[in-house]
């Protein structure tokens, strides 16, 4: 049916209930929020046509910047460096390692079996994309693992710290496949230029901008409703950089600023400047979980309502999947070798790695970047796969990853 305010206000309630609702079955069903909020809208769009693709492809082109906005921030913000540095060399090595491995054996495979429309770097693309540990739902698995784990808080530590660390990863890889793809034409000496002045000039805008946003803060401090001003302040930043530093250098931009805001005394030390500013993160970080919340519940009913799922890219999601999970078996088992990680530590990181919302908000990227389709034959093809890629190890992580490692860890 056409769209219509009655319409539209339906579907904002049904969205914002099933989104409290959801949360609130996961102990039943250990089945993410995420999921069913993914479900609804493909329910409501493609499978019912309640909703029809044409009214919402336009409110969700709009819904993608606030959302890679937000989201680069919320990765930035979440970022302690101090603590990043005394976990470093697990965290880091698994997830780089994870990264690169995903990467080659996605980007190849995706490029033998449908070398047409997925060139060597769209496949690498695709692999990026999902090529880290997502966020969520790690901590509700640990959770459920507690019993068995008494010491799971600490074991979980290198877990919980590289869904962080990925989401930068993933961040900075889609940005440099896309422009290396972008700018295929010309020579590599040309490309690797403009890779590096983008993420230089957005890196250092974000934390300067940041760096000065902390100082309104300490001005600000203890007056109401000034960390809402955190948000405002976020997206002419994003739009500033994306218009005039380069495509992708708002995300990256974005996430700086997140970055030095949480971080403004630690990167005053590395500086040398003897400034102690008092800003309240914990209330920043809190508030900016709410809006992301908010803003991603409708984000994923909106991927449901506009996605294509077919039973082609449904079978293909499944062979990626597989892919994805073997070779994080095999990698985490030989890092925790390497590295001596403990047994929960090795059992955890082989089986907990599932996909959410990072992975389907770099999705849309292809389509932003690209909408005359220049650079890329289907952009919309990354969205399609993703779809059923996060909701498959979404399911089946969160339901066979602590039934796995129960069996894994009775038989040590």
Request: glycine share 8%; hydrophobic share 55%; net charge positive.
């Amino acid at each position: 049916m056409a769209l219509n305010v009655e319409g539209l206000l339906l579907l904002v309630s049904a969205t914002l209930f099933l989104s409290y609702v959801s949360s609130l079955i996961y102990s039943k069903t250990k089945i993410p929020d995420v999921v069913w909020l993914l479900c609804l809208g493909y329910v409501l769009g493609p499978v019912l046509g309640f909703f029809r693709y044409e009214d919402f492809i336009k409110i969700f082109e709009y819904l993608i910047l606030v959302v890679v906005a937000l989201f680069s921030f919320d990765t930035g913000i979440n970022v302690n460096i101090s603590s990043v540095m005394r976990n470093v060399v697990k965290a880091l090595t698994l997830s780089a390692t994870t990264f690169i491995a995903i990467i080659a054996v996605v980007g190849y495979s995706m490029h033998y079996m449908m070398p047409s429309q997925f060139p060597l770097i769209d496949g690498m693309l695709l692999g990026a994309m999902i090529g880290g540990l997502g966020g969520i739902s790690v901590t509700g698995i640990l959770d459920r693992l507690r019993t068995l784990i008494p010491s799971v808080e600490k074991e979980g530590v290198v877990l919980n710290l590289e869904s962080t660390l990925s989401d930068t990863f993933r961040l900075v890889a889609v940005f440099t496949l896309y422009n290396l793809k972008k700018i295929a034409p010309y020579t590599i000496e040309e490309a690797l230029k403009e890779i590096v002045w983008v993420f230089t000039v957005a890196t250092i805008f974000g934390i300067i901008v940041g760096l000065l946003w902390s100082e309104v803060l300490n001005f600000l401090w203890a007056r109401p409703f000034n960390y809402i001003m955190t948000i405002a302040a976020l997206f002419p930043v994003y739009i500033f950089s994306e218009n005039y530093v380069g495509n992708a250098g708002g995300a990256i931009t974005a996430l700086a600023f997140g970055l030095a805001v949480n971080n403004h005394n630690y990167l005053y030390r590395v500086f040398g400047w003897k400034r102690k500013l008092k800003v309240n993160k914990f209330r920043i970080r809190e508030f900016n979980q709410e809006i992301t919340f908010l803003v991603k519940a409708f984000f994923f009913v909106y991927i449901g309502l506009i996605v294509s799922l077919s039973v082609e890219y449904t079978i293909l999601g499944v062979g990626v999947v597989a892919l994805m999970l073997a070779t994080r078996y095999a990698v985490a088992t030989g890092v925790g070798s390497l590295l001596r990680f403990s047994v929960g530590e090795k059992v955890l990181s082989r089986l907990i790695f599932l996909q959410g919302s990072s992975a389907l908000v770099m999705s849309q990227l292809p389509r932003i970047w690209d909408p005359e389709m220049a650079v890329f034959t289907d952009p919309k093809v990354f969205s399609d796969l993703c779809y059923p890629i996060v909701i498959i190890t979404l399911v089946f992580v969160s339901i066979m990853g602590p039934v796995i490692a129960r069996r894994q860890l009775r038989d040590i």
